[in-house]
């Protein structure tokens, strides 16, 4: 509902279409105890007037003023346009309820937004159809068509009763609330305390209301009460309410001075809600018993459509003066739609019927709702007017979750098939639904309620297929919400499943296996309840079970695990490019796979390429837990042989990401990038040893590896053996190969070339089988670590003639300085000085801080100094920033980039000004020159990054 804030507002007036509560409830002029409330809200309305978006949930118990400080934050606005969106709970189960009734006076802005966003969006309002959008590009969408529309006129978004909000519509305007920074647009959500609430809101800053302080208190309180009161009555009543102000109005004006001076005896704080409850429960009773009866339906059938309950009305021969009864008690306001004067007279209205009464108004509404053609809502009423288990009421709840589900709406569809799970008898439907709502409790990440969905299904009432769900789903949890050591069986449940499966459902079976193999990552040597070679059976036999994609992943990924290195690279390559012609929806569900393959195949290119597509699809659909674990492993493999900065850079956009969903990105820990930017050992040690703890072996590798790489770089040799000699001992599948060329130099450079020699061995033969460069490059290094001096500089030149283009920065670097710190030692100085001050800059511009100090060191025993950069060139650019930047000079548009960084055109254009002045440019034709200048990204300036759809650009991260 939308209502010009500069209209005059005039107290006790019917709803009309553009009014709601906030304009009808009586409101002093001057809110008592509320100045810095109404300051704090007024200063972010004058913030988003002034294009510095901004949000905040006003939380507080029932009655304690969150209602009036809305509509005194937002009363009377001239120049901005107030949007209201009140929640109600009839809508509270139906997916995007609350969105619908917000975009529809919006339309008109709708064509400015990019295809995928409104395609989203209509999708999920129910005005199109479509595939089921992910919530969070709902959610872009709706930022990108406020942002428009706040483009001809600031607004102000205010939002009642925010938790009884359908869940849905809650997190897509968290999302948006927390992405405002450059907008003309606020937005106040008023909520009870309520944890859910604070779960979907999180990140969003909040404003708690208390009950008012003693001297406001007893002023109002004053005010409110026409007889005189006893100053020491008076100061004990707001003790005892503990200063709620309806407490303190509503209870003054209908009981006398001997009742409230009771109230204040009373030896404890007084339960307001329970209080206020029963103190309305008498007022509905006393307004007659067919205003009682109204007001029963209008309380059964809270929505923000009147015709329901007036049709339901007609329907149970409630005479329609009886309305006119309500709400000349002040109970309720009549018009567009029907308001109580506050939530508690709604309960009371409704508690304070039999419950065959309530049943009885249900089964009306619901027959008013099918007459209307609002399927949804017939169904819910349906439900709460059945007693026990009516399987065809059951039936169309199935169906109104299914159609939530098509729209994307996961958390309402949860709901409501547990309540289809309540009314279907004991049998195979039952538990069918009950395995369905934990799958969409997991798809809308809902881990809680998944766990307790999965906690009430009968085991034994399963059969195979269902069975397999609950396993995945199982697993699916102890994988994303880690408890105990789950993790180290989450493989071996995988394959269970697909055995399961097997026979009975292919495509489960298939993408099973694949899953247990991902699965197998994270625990790695700490793996329990199958062995590698048993996987690689498995995943080899369900290779056979068809032709396709799935199939020659599965075969790549067996091959990986049986087979001889030399036999497995054909069927490797083969699985990788069979990924490579994968559509963006199957790229969500199997793009991450390629890391091992094109890992185990040294092709760093080909893994860059595959886990950047399968990034920009994750932002296109609005993908962002995809998106999360993309940027986490790109992070991750950054460290081994790319660059220490752009890892860095990654953490960051996961960071940013967490925030966006409202999660805590503080924690967000790349231990192998920690050991790399010099963090004390032992906080890196405590770090792994906690995620060993928790069954993520994967992690105290990493942190091995990259507390070795460490130990390198500051010549500490022995401890650098110590550290891989376990890892080298024991291989893991893709991951120890990369650690054998920093194991040789460990070797050889501790006084062990005999342990390094059967590693040398290793990747020179690899590097014939799969014919990498990468994997040519530090194979020939490592022969030149091994090599009699005479034979040491043809391999240093071949491995720098390698590595060149590979794509692997930090390792072209090493073999710069490994040849350098030669060369020095062979007297040839001046040759040794151009490859130490390669090396050095190159690891400067990588963050490799302790390989840059060692770079230098070589580099001053060699009689040179390192290149400095040319003035002005120190500039910090933010993360957030540099990619805008990046995106900008590869010539995408403000949408473009806003959509791919799920942030709206003005904040794209925010941070482009402040590049602008970092960078003293004027034009985006002269920002690429000037980020060349800068080598933000080593190799943006040999890199197609220029290209309008370089793979880069268009995924938003970092160049390579």
């Not at 118990?61 to 901005?80: C, D, N, W, Y």
């Not at 309960?347 to 019927?353: H, Q």
């Not at 003035?871 to 959509?899: D, F, K, Y």
């Given at each position: 509902m939308?209502?010009?804030?500069?209209?005059d507002w005039?107290?006790?007036?019917?709803?009309?279409?553009?009014?709601?509560?906030?304009?009808?409830?009586?409101?002093p002029p001057?809110?008592v105890?509320?100045?810095?409330?109404?300051?704090?809200?007024?200063?972010?309305?004058?913030?988003?007037?002034?294009?510095?978006?901004?949000?905040?949930?006003?939380?507080?118990?029932?009655?304690?003023?969150?209602t009036?400080?809305l509509?005194?934050?937002?009363a009377?606005?001239?120049g901005?346009?107030?949007i209201r969106?009140?929640?109600?709970?009839a809508?509270?189960?139906?997916?995007?309820?609350?969105?619908h009734?917000?975009?529809?006076?919006?339309?008109?802005?709708?064509?400015?937004?990019p295809?995928a966003?409104?395609a989203?969006?209509?999708?999920?309002?129910?005005?199109?159809e479509?595939?089921p959008?992910d919530?969070f590009l709902?959610?872009l969408?709706?930022?990108?068509?406020?942002?428009?529309?706040a483009?001809?006129?600031?607004?102000?978004?205010?939002v009642?009763?925010?938790?009884?909000?359908?869940p849905?519509?809650?997190?897509?305007?968290?999302?948006?609330?927390?992405?405002?920074?450059a907008?003309?647009?606020?937005?106040?959500l008023?909520?009870?305390d309520?944890?859910?609430?604070?779960?979907r809101t999180?990140?969003?800053?909040?404003?708690q209301?208390?009950g008012?302080?003693?001297?406001?208190?007893?002023?109002?309180?004053?005010?409110?009460?026409?007889?005189?009161?006893?100053?020491?009555?008076?100061?004990?009543?707001v003790?005892?309410?503990?200063?709620?102000p309806?407490?303190?109005?509503?209870?003054?004006?209908?009981?006398?001075?001997a009742?409230?001076?009771?109230?204040g005896?009373?030896?404890?704080?007084?339960?307001?809600?329970?209080?206020?409850?029963?103190?309305y429960?008498?007022?509905v009773?006393?307004?007659?018993?067919?205003?009682?009866?109204?007001?029963?339906?209008?309380a059964?059938?809270?929505?923000?459509?009147?015709?329901?309950?007036?049709?339901?009305?007609?329907?149970?021969?409630?005479?329609?003066?009886?309305?006119?009864?309500?709400?000349?008690?002040?109970?309720?306001?009549?018009?567009s739609t029907v308001?109580?004067?506050?939530p508690?007279?709604?309960s009371?209205?409704?508690?304070?019927?039999?419950?065959a009464?309530?049943?009885?108004?249900?089964?009306?509404?619901?027959?008013?709702a099918a007459?209307?053609?609002?399927?949804?809502?017939?169904?819910?009423?349906?439900?709460?007017?059945?007693?026990?288990?009516?399987?065809?009421?059951?039936?169309?709840l199935?169906?109104a979750?299914?159609?939530?589900?098509?729209?994307?709406?996961?958390?309402?569809r949860?709901?409501?098939?547990?309540?289809?799970v309540?009314?279907?008898?004991?049998?195979?439907?039952?538990?069918?639904?009950q395995?369905?709502?934990a799958?969409?409790?997991?798809?809308?990440?809902?881990?809680?309620?998944a766990?307790?969905?999965?906690?009430g299904?009968?085991?034994?009432?399963?059969?195979?297929?269902?069975?397999?769900?609950?396993i995945?789903v199982?697993?699916?949890?102890?994988?994303?919400?880690?408890?105990?050591?789950r993790?180290?069986?989450?493989?071996?449940?995988?394959?269970r499943?697909?055995e399961?499966?097997h026979?009975?459902?292919?495509?489960?079976?298939?993408?099973?296996?694949v899953?247990?193999?991902?699965?197998?990552?994270?625990?790695?040597?700490?793996?329990e309840?199958?062995?590698?070679?048993e996987?690689?059976?498995?995943?080899?036999a369900?290779?056979?079970?068809?032709?396709g994609?799935?199939?020659?992943?599965?075969?790549?990924?067996g091959a990986?695990?049986?087979?001889?290195?030399?036999?497995?690279v054909?069927?490797?390559?083969?699985?990788?490019?069979?990924?490579?012609?994968?559509?963006?929806?199957?790229?969500?569900?199997?793009?991450?796979?390629?890391v091992?393959?094109?890992?185990?195949?040294?092709?760093?290119?080909?893994?860059?390429?595959h886990?950047v597509?399968?990034?920009?699809?994750?932002?296109?659909?609005?993908?962002l837990?995809?998106?999360d674990?993309?940027?986490?492993?790109?992070?991750?493999?950054?460290v081994?042989?790319?660059?220490?900065?752009?890892?860095?850079?990654?953490?960051e956009h996961?960071?940013?990401?967490?925030?966006a969903?409202?999660?805590?990105?503080e924690?967000v820990?790349?231990?192998?990038y920690l050991a790399?930017?010099?963090?004390?050992r032992e906080?890196?040690?405590?770090?792994?040893?906690?995620?060993?703890?928790?069954?993520?072996?994967?992690?105290?590798?990493s942190a091995?590896s990259?507390?070795?790489?460490r130990?390198?770089a500051?010549?500490?040799y022995?401890?650098?053996?110590?550290?891989l000699k376990p890892l080298?001992?024991?291989?893991?599948?893709?991951?120890?190969?990369?650690?054998?060329?920093?194991?040789?130099e460990?070797?050889?450079?501790?006084?062990?070339p005999?342990?390094a020699?059967?590693?040398?061995?290793?990747?020179a033969?690899?590097?014939?089988?799969?014919?990498?460069?990468?994997?040519?490059?530090?194979s020939?290094?490592?022969?030149?670590?091994?090599?009699?001096n005479?034979?040491?500089?043809?391999?240093?030149?071949?491995?720098?003639?390698a590595?060149?283009?590979?794509?692997v920065?930090?390792?072209?670097?090493?073999?710069?300085?490994?040849?350098?710190?030669?060369?020095?030692r062979?007297?040839r100085r001046?040759?040794?000085?151009?490859?130490?001050?390669?090396?050095?800059?190159?690891?400067?511009?990588?963050?490799?801080s302790?390989?840059?100090?060692?770079a230098?060191?070589?580099?001053?025993?060699?009689?040179?100094?390192v290149?400095t950069?040319a003035?002005?060139?120190a500039?910090?650019?933010?993360a957030?920033?540099?990619?805008?930047?990046?995106?900008?000079a590869?010539g995408?548009t403000n949408?473009?980039?806003g959509?791919?960084?799920?942030?709206s055109?003005?904040?794209?254009?925010?941070?482009l000004?402040?590049?602008?002045?970092?960078?003293a440019i004027?034009s985006?034709r002269?920002?690429a020159?000037?980020?060349d200048?800068?080598?933000?990204?080593?190799s943006?300036?040999?890199?197609?990054a220029?290209?309008?759809r370089?793979?880069?650009?268009?995924s938003?991260?970092?160049?390579?």
């Amino acid at each position: 509902m939308i209502r010009d804030a500069s209209d005059d507002w005039t107290p006790r007036h019917r709803l009309t279409s553009t009014t709601s509560l906030l304009d009808i409830i009586e409101i002093p002029p001057r809110l008592v105890g509320r100045d810095d409330e109404i300051r704090t809200l007024r200063a972010l309305v004058t913030a988003a007037r002034n294009r510095a978006g901004g949000a905040l949930v006003v939380r507080g118990e029932p009655g304690i003023g969150k209602t009036s400080l809305l509509h005194a934050a937002t009363a009377r606005l001239p120049g901005v346009r107030v949007i209201r969106v009140d929640g109600y709970e009839a809508e509270s189960a139906i997916a995007f309820a609350a969105l619908h009734r917000l975009v529809v006076p919006l339309r008109a802005y709708e064509e400015a937004l990019p295809a995928a966003q409104l395609a989203a969006l209509r999708t999920a309002t129910g005005s199109a159809e479509g595939p089921p959008p992910d919530r969070f590009l709902v959610g872009l969408g709706l930022l990108g068509l406020l942002d428009v529309a706040a483009g001809d006129q600031p607004i102000v978004c205010a939002v009642d009763d925010a938790h009884w909000l359908d869940p849905e519509s809650l997190e897509v305007l968290a999302f948006v609330a927390r992405r405002l920074q450059a907008e003309s647009l606020a937005i106040i959500l008023a909520a009870r305390d309520d944890d859910a609430v604070g779960a979907r809101t999180a990140g969003v800053p909040v404003l708690q209301l208390e009950g008012l302080d003693r001297n406001a208190a007893l002023a109002l309180l004053t005010a409110s009460v026409p007889q005189t009161l006893d100053p020491l009555a008076a100061a004990a009543i707001v003790a005892a309410t503990g200063g709620n102000p309806l407490a303190l109005v509503d209870l003054s004006r209908d009981l006398d001075a001997a009742e409230l001076a009771a109230i204040g005896l009373a030896d404890d704080p007084v339960p307001i809600g329970r209080t206020l409850e029963s103190h309305y429960v008498h007022q509905v009773r006393r307004s007659g018993e067919e205003s009682q009866r109204w007001m029963l339906v209008a309380a059964a059938g809270s929505s923000a459509d009147t015709e329901v309950v007036l049709r339901a009305a007609r329907a149970l021969g409630i005479p329609a003066s009886a309305a006119d009864g309500a709400e000349a008690a002040g109970l309720v306001v009549l018009g567009s739609t029907v308001r109580f004067r506050h939530p508690l007279v709604r309960s009371a209205a409704y508690t304070s019927a039999s419950g065959a009464e309530r049943r009885r108004v249900h089964a009306a509404l619901s027959s008013a709702a099918a007459e209307l053609g609002l399927t949804e809502l017939e169904a819910v009423h349906a439900a709460k007017a059945t007693l026990g288990t009516d399987p065809a009421v059951a039936d169309r709840l199935e169906q109104a979750a299914d159609r939530a589900g098509e729209r994307g709406g996961f958390a309402s569809r949860a709901s409501v098939l547990t309540r289809a799970v309540e009314l279907t008898p004991a049998g195979p439907d039952r538990v069918r639904r009950q395995v369905a709502a934990a799958e969409a409790a997991l798809a809308a990440g809902a881990a809680h309620v998944a766990y307790e969905l999965l906690a009430g299904i009968d085991r034994s009432a399963l059969d195979p297929v269902l069975s397999g769900r609950v396993i995945a789903v199982e697993t699916a949890l102890a994988i994303f919400v880690p408890e105990g050591t789950r993790i180290v069986h989450a493989s071996e449940l995988m394959l269970r499943a697909a055995e399961l499966f097997h026979g009975r459902d292919l495509e489960r079976e298939q993408l099973a296996l694949v899953r247990a193999f991902e699965y197998a990552m994270p625990p790695e040597r700490l793996m329990e309840g199958v062995t590698l070679d048993e996987l690689g059976r498995r995943l080899t036999a369900g290779s056979e079970l068809s032709e396709g994609t799935v199939s020659t992943v599965l075969r790549g990924l067996g091959a990986h695990i049986l087979l001889p290195y030399a036999d497995a690279v054909p069927l490797m390559r083969r699985a990788v490019d069979a990924l490579a012609s994968i559509d963006d929806a199957d790229a969500l569900q199997l793009g991450t796979i390629s890391v091992a393959l094109t890992t185990a195949l040294w092709d760093a290119p080909a893994r860059h390429a595959h886990l950047v597509r399968c990034a920009a699809a994750a932002r296109e659909r609005g993908s962002l837990h995809v998106l999360d674990t993309v940027l986490w492993i790109l992070s991750l493999v950054e460290v081994n042989g790319g660059s220490p900065r752009r890892s860095g850079e990654y953490v960051e956009h996961v960071r940013e990401l967490r925030r966006a969903i409202g999660y805590d990105a503080e924690n967000v820990v790349n231990v192998a990038y920690l050991a790399w930017q010099g963090a004390p050992r032992e906080q890196v040690e405590a770090i792994a040893e906690g995620a060993g703890a928790l069954g993520f072996g994967g992690v105290q590798a990493s942190a091995a590896s990259g507390l070795a790489a460490r130990a390198l770089a500051e010549g500490a040799y022995a401890e650098a053996y110590a550290l891989l000699k376990p890892l080298v001992d024991d291989p893991y599948l893709q991951v120890t190969p990369l650690q054998y060329p920093d194991f040789v130099e460990a070797a050889v450079r501790s006084g062990r070339p005999a342990d390094a020699a059967p590693f040398v061995a290793l990747l020179a033969a690899s590097a014939d089988a799969n014919g990498s460069p990468w994997n040519r490059g530090v194979s020939e290094r490592s022969r030149a670590l091994v090599a009699a001096n005479d034979d040491a500089e043809v391999h240093y030149r071949a491995a720098i003639s390698a590595l060149d283009g590979a794509g692997v920065d930090l390792e072209i670097a090493r073999a710069h300085l490994l040849y350098g710190e030669w060369l020095r030692r062979s007297r040839r100085r001046r040759e040794a000085r151009e490859h130490l001050a390669t090396a050095a800059e190159a690891f400067e511009q990588m963050d490799a801080s302790a390989f840059a100090a060692r770079a230098r060191a070589e580099l001053d025993a060699a009689g040179g100094s390192v290149r400095t950069s040319a003035p002005g060139q120190a500039v910090h650019l933010t993360a957030q920033e540099s990619t805008v930047a990046r995106l900008a000079a590869s010539g995408r548009t403000n949408a473009e980039i806003g959509a791919t960084l799920f942030i709206s055109p003005n904040t794209v254009d925010y941070h482009l000004r402040k590049v602008f002045q970092k960078l003293a440019i004027t034009s985006r034709r002269q920002l690429a020159d000037r980020l060349d200048a800068l080598r933000y990204g080593q190799s943006i300036a040999s890199s197609p990054a220029h290209s309008r759809r370089s793979v880069s650009a268009d995924s938003g991260l970092p160049a390579r």
